[in-house]
T-cell receptor, first 111, second 114 residues
Framework: QKEVEQNSGPLSVPEGAIASLNCTYS??????FFWYRQYSGKSPELIMF????GDKEDGRFTAQLNKASQYVSLLIRDSQPSDSATYLC???????????FGTGTRLQVFP | DTGVSQDPRHKITKRGQNVTFRCDPI?????LYWYRQTLGQGPEFLTY????????KSRLLSDRFSAERPKGSFSTLEIQRTEQGDSAMYLC????????????FGEGSRLTVL
């Protein structure tokens, strides 16, 4: 089992819709959870992080964490074509200082 | 702009040659990380430094790879006797102090080994 799993997609949503991106992780002791956006040929850009159960909102983005289910998600409201990118989930495992990344989910927002 | 700069941005080399990448984080980044990313994959951890101390190395980092951060500021990643399988984007990331651990990536150095 991979430490961080994501559906590779592509996930296609129409402009204005809500995009829901999901991630599961295997280490129950994981401490912090991150979402990065990566445009083709570019480096990952931090969108937001979460470390407590529940929801965390930042503009059009909401991160949701459920430690009991070992599940973290990212919701993008009012999706725009400029949101089309690969979204990487990253997890800081228990007692480490490194982040482990999933393979990413490719999101396509069509007009 | 994260303030993390990498050089060179692109490197094309022939198999068997040595290459070196440099990363300059901002002064607040006491921790510095190297990752490697190939097409369709997420970044894979290679190594990280806290100040000048190299605290962890991945099993992915073979004997041909070496990283340094001599004065706790910039870092270099050298690959000796490059192989075609080394072709990838090499990403450097900085991290400030604190518990949450978010990393801020530079623009990456893309290596192509012919």
């Amino acid at each position: 089992q991979k430490e961080v799993e994501q559906n590779s997609g592509p996930l296609s949503v129409p402009e204005g819709a809500i995009a829901s991106l999901n991630c599961t992780y295997s280490d129950r002791g994981s401490q912090s959870f991150f979402w990065y956006r990566q445009y083709s040929g570019k480096s990952p850009e931090l969108i937001m992080f979460i470390y407590s159960n529940g929801d965390k909102e930042d503009g059009r983005f909401t991160a949701q964490l459920n430690k009991a289910s070992q599940y973290v998600s990212l919701l993008i409201r009012d999706s725009q074509p400029s949101d089309s990118a690969t979204y990487l989930c990253a997890v800081r495992l228990y007692n480490t200082d490194k982040l482990i990344f999933g393979t990413g989910t490719r999101l396509q927002v069509f007009p | 702009d994260t303030g993390v700069s990498q050089d060179p941005r692109h490197k094309i080399t022939k198999r068997g040659q040595n290459v070196t990448f440099r990363c300059d984080p901002i002064s607040e980044h006491n921790r510095l990380y190297w990752y490697r990313q190939t097409l369709g994959q997420g970044p894979e951890f290679l190594t990280y430094f806290q100040n000048e101390a190299q605290l962890e190395k991945s099993r992915l980092l073979s004997d041909r790879f070496s990283a340094e951060r001599p004065k706790g500021s910039f870092s270099t990643l050298e690959i000796q006797r490059t192989e075609q399988g080394d072709s990838a984007m090499y990403l450097c990331a900085g991290r400030a102090g604190g518990d949450t651990g978010e990393l801020f990536f530079g623009e990456g150095s893309r290596l192509t080994v012919l």
